[in-house]
Structures are given as C-alpha cells and as structure tokens.
C-alpha cells in the first residue's frame, strides 16, 4: 500500500511564504510525476504545479513566479514553496503522485489528504 502524507499549510498574511511538503511512502518502486493541486471553496480542482523524475517542472499562469516546485527523489518527497501568496491562493492543497508499486504492472495515481492554505490579512 502506498500513501502520501502532506504537511506545512496554515495561515498566512497576503505577501508571505509557506512550503507544503508531501511524503509517499510504502512498498514504492519508482515514483514518476508529483504535483501539487489545489481547490478553492466552489471550485474545481486545479492543478498548480507539476514536476517530473527528471525535474522538469510546470506551473499554471497564476503562480508562475511565486511557487516552486521541488523533489528529492532518494526521499520519495516533493515540495511546493509558496512565495508573495495573495487571497486568491487560499485553497485546500492536494498532493498528487504517479506511483509503481511493488506488484503492479503500472504506476497509478495516489492522493495526499489535502492541507488547508488561509491567506488573510
């Protein structure tokens, strides 16, 4: 079995930092891409960032140059540093991983439980 543990959301003032940090863990082969989406209160989940094995990264327009993207893949963790958050950022933040478990044949989709982000003055 295989899990994703998250951690690091919280309540922030607009213009402040937070990095989010997700764990997959469990009989893991290989983890393929990792990303990070996130859903505001009626919304539709978004994704807000994805980065590959390899460290090819992707972000939608609206964060691109305030967020980043990481990995460290010998920890099977990626994070999200969230730099100039703004209201709008507010969401709950989900972590996403294509995993190759031990026994499968492919990698599936694993979710984390989700990490609640407040900006508010």
């Known amino acids: 079995q295989v899990q994703l543990v998250e951690s690091g959301g919280g309540l922030v003032q607009p213009g402040g930092s937070l990095r989010l940090s997700c764990a997959a863990s469990?009989?893991?082969?290989?983890?393929?891409?990792m990303g990070w989406y996130r859903q505001a209160p009626g919304r539709q989940r978004e994704l807000v960032a994805i980065i590959l094995s390899g460290g090819t990264t992707d972000y939608v327009d609206s964060v691109k140059g305030r967020f980043t993207i990481s990995r460290d893949n010998a920890k099977n963790t990626v994070y999200l540093q969230m730099n100039t958050l703004r209201s709008e950022d507010t969401a709950v933040y989900y972590c996403?991983?294509?995993?190759?478990?031990?026994?499968?044949?492919?990698?599936?989709?694993?979710w984390g439980q989700g990490t609640q982000v407040t900006v508010s003055s």
């Open positions: 469990g009989s893991i082969v290989s983890v393929n891409a």
């Open positions: 996403n991983a294509a995993v190759l478990g031990s026994g499968h044949l492919a990698p599936r989709d694993y």
